[in-house]
């Protein structure tokens, strides 16, 4: 495994890293998670990745499970906050009250204390964003949180916040959580990775098989229970597209041609570039881990005709 420090900052994390998003507490129980993350670990794994609202809590508290027995210093264990997690009109958003009550429970979930990263998993337009941001370097302060980021956010929204926490002297977001991957590609290339090089955070990105349309599993037919199958996912939108399955069967023929699979090709390209601080990928079994894993030996097989190839078909081209 190999380690990037997170932009500027002194904080290293595996360049592959394991969530718990709708795997952990749905699709995967204490036991099999147990398995996987002392698998991960012992691969060098040391960044993973959380949210309060991964099975409504559910996703921490198995995490915190399957951690014990592993150092805890010597993981780097993240959560986010901002949907819907708790009754009442102030249980969501980034309201200093809801940070700090949310902060706390998912603490006490992922039974630690403290996070390593914690993410305003969306921006709130309702909060003014000094409060916000004054939360968050609170708890950095209060040593709860060791750096906080954010999720999602715009180019625009990360600059405002640094431009707060610059003015009063607080802590800046040191990370962004972007989507990011062979598909959604031109906010993170065009726009996120030039202001993370400028103002110095890092970039842990999501979904790298676009939600497992590049694993090549829908290249012949749609398998049943698939995560793309499933009505509560319909808002990550028409992933299946025809023209999105034929892009997926000619990038197959690559990730064929050069002697790996093609999840193992899209997390490998996304590792070409160093601005990519960690790519967190999810696995429901041993064997989906290991297999994302190996991505990070088949990232020295994308020569530059190989990238060259695969940007092709990414254009239309190929």
Request: aromatic share 8%; hydrophobic share 40%; charged share 25%.
């Amino acid at each position: 495994m190999n380690y990037r420090r997170m932009g500027r900052w002194g904080l290293k994390l595996s360049e592959v890293s394991l969530g718990a998003w709708l795997t952990f507490g749905d699709q995967v129980d204490e036991q099999v998670a147990g398995r996987m993350l002392h698998a991960a670990y012992d691969r060098g794994v040391n960044f993973l990745d959380n949210a309060d609202a991964y099975g409504r809590g559910r996703g921490e508290e198995v995490m915190g499970a399957a951690m014990v027995g592993l150092p805890r210093t010597a993981l780097v264990i993240s959560s986010k906050v901002y949907w819907p997690t708790m009754p009442g009109p102030n249980g969501q958003g980034l309201s200093r009250k809801h940070i700090f009550e949310s902060c706390s429970a998912s603490l006490r979930r992922l039974g630690t204390d403290y996070l390593d990263l914690y993410f305003c998993h969306r921006f709130d337009p309702d909060t003014p964003l000094d409060e916000t941001v004054r939360a968050m370097d609170d708890l950095v302060r209060q040593g709860k949180v060791l750096y906080w980021g954010t999720s999602e956010w715009t180019p625009a929204q990360i600059e405002q916040a640094y431009a707060v926490a610059g003015q009063a002297g607080y802590h800046p977001p040191a990370v962004e959580q972007p989507h990011y991957n062979m598909l959604v590609r031109r906010v993170v290339e065009e726009d996120l990775a030039p202001l993370a090089g400028r103002l110095g955070f890092g970039l842990v990105t999501w979904s790298p098989l676009r939600s497992g349309l590049l694993s090549g599993k829908y290249n012949k037919d749609r398998p049943r229970g698939a995560r793309l199958s499933r009505k509560e996912n319909a808002w990550l939108g028409d992933v299946l597209s025809k023209e999105n399955l034929a892009l997926s069967r000619r990038l197959s023929q690559v990730a064929d041609d050069i002697g790996c699979t093609q999840a193992q090709l899209a997390i490998g390209w996304l590792l070409r570039t160093r601005s990519v601080t960690s790519v967190i990928t999810g696995a429901t079994s041993l064997e989906q881990l290991e297999e994302n894993l190996g991505a990070v030996e088949v990232r020295e097989k994308l020569t530059g005709d190989v990238l060259q190839r695969i940007e092709q078909i990414l254009e239309g081209d190929g």
